[in-house]
């Protein structure tokens, strides 16, 4: 028993070392070119604006903007008067904040590793502070910034700005003072002459989306809030003489999805809008608006987000930074009368994008060469070549006296090959680390093998299920298709898992030969395939059928007093368990029922505040007075909380009372000496497990509240059939991964859910709102561990072991999947998230949730025998 309890630590150990690895040779950052851009002066061509107002708003979607029910109408009528120039800019994965204002700023496309420095605020490692900017190269000119609005800029620019305010952009609870803190400034920074750019970032809109979804009611409102915010910027530009010469640039870092989340490749989250705004651009002519899309969430042109650094540049008269991939818009080039001056604006983004052609691949050859030799390539380095061939060759004597009509198109299609190229690029991968990290999980997997191959052989059934689990897992890993949808993998391996316990249950036992002791059994089996559909219909998730109808969307939507139905029950029966498990005398235990009712009107008064139309005609609406929003969210979580502490604290530490004082007093001297024990009885367990029950219900979406309940009675079931150890650790392995799917959890970063991740947080703490958006997204996975530990609370089964090869195994799986296919055209949309995920999983899931509480509860165990 020593022995295989070392090799469990050990490969325990491995696992964290062999990820660490992994990941620093699979999220290395690139190659940078040092140092600020300058122009030649021939390249020169003259500023049309002599200062930019950039506004941000936070996840704004295209059609939020473009469509028929936005709420932009002063901007949509600047659209149509030739004002506002619009396009639907591309964000490439990862559609999170930092990397995406990376692009908008330096035009570069940056690294997958930002989308966990995306999280860390207090990370001061991903900043722009040494990179070229557009922001630097104003300021480079004397120029003078200031920034209102995400603190993110603080973070990537720091003592960039003369003035400025940041507000968190990860306290999404707030939708109002959030926004405010930014437009407070707007009119006093408009009367100023001192800035060449006034930058503003609004997260009301994008905490809304993570809140209630791009259908909320304060979709709309928001969207006429900020609506507001462009024509105060536009009135002041027509009306300020100091403002005159002023470029207003409306866009969003990136989009949404349905479920009002970002951090994916869907059509949704990859496409803000974006729109240059100034009374000059009216020369340029007039666009429809509100219009139809021309394709999935593309209104009117689509340009890349990296476009953005180099005409910025070209309008504001100064270099484009020297790692920007972007190509200058062409529709603005008319800003320019001289067909010189166009010439040169298109000349100076090719010798930019040769530039770091050149850097990144050395050996590379752009020297002058005949159009005829060059060949037909026209993609890739070699078509790179001969288009810059074919730029010397109408260039032969400089843009002077060339038409634009000749030399335009040259430069155009060199400069898209260009980028495509860099584009294109794969990260500087070390593949001597993706080896060696993959070799240390490996080992790891070795380490506890043995105990793994003797459960098998001793329980063959299940030990079989176990295997063709680890391998049609592992197959998976290596398909695109089947790792976005892999929810339904679990899902069959939940139905085949009930079906092989339908098996057993047929089967005739010593002593169980009777017909009548099958009927339970049968009927266990039945009910649990009955609600293991519920569990695959709750939520759509994945990519192919996320918009299916389903439970949790769809049918509660229509019926809306069954949802509220089933969550007084399941709220009901939570109070009832809290009740009879509390470790209290009896008149006392009343009081472990406060938790429970608190717990249901906090769930009420976050569904009134946040997603209302789930009251709606329903008979709470009736009853839902002033008397729910008497106490804040914050407080309210707070006292949720407070009282499940108290309630766990009680079943860790207090004793069940004694009626005698003889017995008070030996229960005392009992208990003195184990009080540092943790889970000392089956009572305690009950207990704690009653209390995280409700926990765990308080960090779900309403919605999902329900599903508490259908946890309950599969438990039920799964006693009933009095399954061996074994069988229970595979069991809740299998309901662990299928209701983290249920949940409406993906390999996507975007299916991360920050309802409720800070509920009971009055201000942004990185450790706790990480741990509550743990906890909020694998709500499912933590309950069924516990309830794995409570059924084999009596059980010598060691599960450790078990878990860790599991866990190994699909660790190596990702691993090799992402090594073999780290070139791959869906590397950083679809595999890269998924090794993530899976980091998640091994890491917290594993190691916080499973191992940790196996070990106390086997502890436990071995105490009480």
């Known amino acids: 028993m020593g022995l295989r309890r070392c090799t469990t630590v050990i490969a325990n150990l491995l696992i964290p070392v062999g990820i660490l690895i992994f990941s620093s040779g699979f999220f290395p950052y690139k190659p940078l070119i040092p140092g600020l851009a300058t122009l030649e002066a021939d390249d020169v061509a003259p500023a049309i604006f002599d200062k930019v107002i950039f506004m941000v708003v936070d996840a704004l979607r295209s059609d939020f903007v473009y469509s028929n029910h936005s709420g932009f109408q002063f901007t949509q009528s600047l659209i149509r008067s030739g004002a506002a120039v619009p ?5 490439s994965s990862p559609t999170v904040t930092m990397p995406r204002l990376k692009a908008i700023t330096t035009g570069s496309v940056p690294s997958f590793l930002d989308v966990i420095l995306n999280i860390a605020e207090s990370d001061t490692s991903s900043t722009l502070a040494y990179q070229d900017t557009w922001l630097a190269q104003l300021k480079a000119t004397g120029g003078r910034l200031v920034m209102y ?9 720091p003592g960039m700005f003369d003035r400025a305010d940041g507000t968190t952009s990860f306290f999404v609870s707030d939708f109002t003072e959030v926004d405010h803190n930014v437009t407070r400034h707007v009119s006093n920074e408009l009367s100023q002459d001192d800035w060449s750019a006034f930058i503003m970032h609004y997260l009301g809109l994008d905490h809304i989306g993570h809140k209630a979804g791009p259908k909320s009611p304060f979709m709309v409102p928001k969207q006429q809030e900020m609506d507001g915010v462009v024509q105060e910027v536009y009135t002041a530009m027509q009306r300020q003489q100091h403002l005159q010469s002023t470029l207003l640039v409306l866009c969003g870092d990136h989009g949404m999805n349905e479920a009002g989340n970002h951090g994916g490749s869907s059509a949704g989250e990859t496409s803000p809008a974006l729109l240059f705004m100034s009374p000059k651009f009216e020369t340029l002519g007039s666009r429809a608006s509100p219009v139809e899309p021309s394709g999935d969430m ?11 650094a180099p005409t910025l540049a070209g309008l504001l008269g100064v270099p484009i930074p020297l790692n920007s991939l972007g190509v200058f818009i062409p529709d603005f080039l ?77 430069l155009s299609q060199f400069s898209r090959i260009a980028q495509a190229v860099m584009s294109r690029t794969a990260s500087n991968y070390d593949v001597s680390r993706l080896g060696l990290g993959l070799l240390v999980t490996a080992l790891a997997a070795l380490f506890v093998l043995p105990t793994t191959v003797r459960e098998c052989t001793r329980q063959k059934p299940p030990g079989l299920f176990l295997t063709m689990i680890v391998i049609t897992y592992a197959i998976m890993m290596f398909a695109s298709s089947y790792v976005e949808e892999e929810q339904q993998f679990w899902y069959w ?8 316990l339908h098996i057993k249950s047929q089967s005739a036992r010593p002593g169980h030969t009777r017909p009548s002791t099958m009927w339970p059994g049968a009927f266990s089996i039945l009910l649990l395939a009955v609600c293991q559909r519920l569990l695959r219909r709750w939520n759509q998730t994945g990519q192919k059928f ?34 009879r498990n509390a470790r209290l005398p009896a008149l006392a235990r009343l009081g472990a029922l406060a938790p429970a009712v608190l717990a249901f009107t906090f769930k009420l008064h976050f569904v009134a505040s946040e997603s209302p139309e789930l009251l709606e005609g329903t008979f709470l609406s009736r009853v839902v007075g002033g008397w729910l929003y008497s106490v804040s969210l914050v407080l309210h979580a707070r006292l949720v909380f ?90 809740t392995l299998i309901f662990q991964y299928m209701t983290f799917f249920a949940f409406g959890g993906s390999n996507a970063i975007s299916s991360v859910d920050l309802a409720s991740a800070y509920n009971g947080v009055g201000s942004y703490n990185v450790a706790l709102v990480g741990v509550l958006t743990f906890v909020s997204n694998w709500a499912g996975p933590i309950w069924w561990a516990s309830q794995g530990h409570r059924l084999r609370s009596q059980s010598a089964h060691d599960a450790s072991a078990l878990l860790t090869f599991h866990v190994a195994m699909s660790m190596i799986s990702v691993m090799a999947a992402c090594t073999a296919l780290r070139t791959h055209l869906f590397i950083w949309t679809v595999f890269s998230p998924k090794y993530l995920y899976s980091m998640a999983w091994a890491l917290l899931n594993h190691a916080a949730i499973n191992l940790l509480a196996e070990v106390l509860f086997s502890r436990s165990r071995h105490h009480i025998s």
């Open 298 to 308: 593309v209104y009117y042109q689509r340009v890349e987000q990296a476009d953005i």
């Open 149 to 157: 609005g995400d603190d993110t800029w603080l973070k990537l620019f």
């Open 334 to 410: 008319e800003m320019w009368s001289e067909s010189s001056d166009q010439i040169r604006i298109q000349y100076q983004n090719a010798k930019q994008l040769l530039n770091t052609l050149t850097t990144t691949f050395p050996g590379s050859v752009f020297k002058p060469a005949s159009i005829e030799s060059c060949g037909k390539a026209s993609s890739g380095m070699e078509g790179a070549q001969c288009a810059w061939a074919q730029v010397q060759h109408v260039l032969a004597g400089g843009p002077e006296g060339v038409a634009h009509s000749a030399a335009g198109p040259a």
């Open 642 to 731: 407070g009282g499940l502490a108290a309630i766990a604290l009680l079943a860790l530490f207090g004793r069940k009372p004694s009626h005698s004082a003889q017995g008070r007093l030996a229960s005392l001297i009992y208990c003195l000496p184990k009080s540092a024990m943790l889970i000392k009885t089956t009572a305690t367990r009950e207990s704690i497990h009653a209390a995280l029950h409700v926990f765990l219900m308080t960090q779900s979406r309403a919605t999902n509240v329900p599903l508490f309940l259908l946890f309950r009675v599969t438990a039920r079931m799964i006693v009933a059939m009095n399954l061996t150890g074994f069988e229970v650790t595979i069991t």
């Open 87 to 91: 396009f639907t800019a591309y964000a």
């Open 493 to 500: 391996i939940c139905s085949g898992w009930i079906f092989y």
């Open 546 to 579: 996320a918009a299916e109808p389903d439970i949790a969307h769809t049918f509660f939507g229509r019926h809306p007093e069954v949802f509220w139905l089933l969550l007084a029950l399941t709220y009901l029966d939570a109070g009832f368990r809290l009740v």
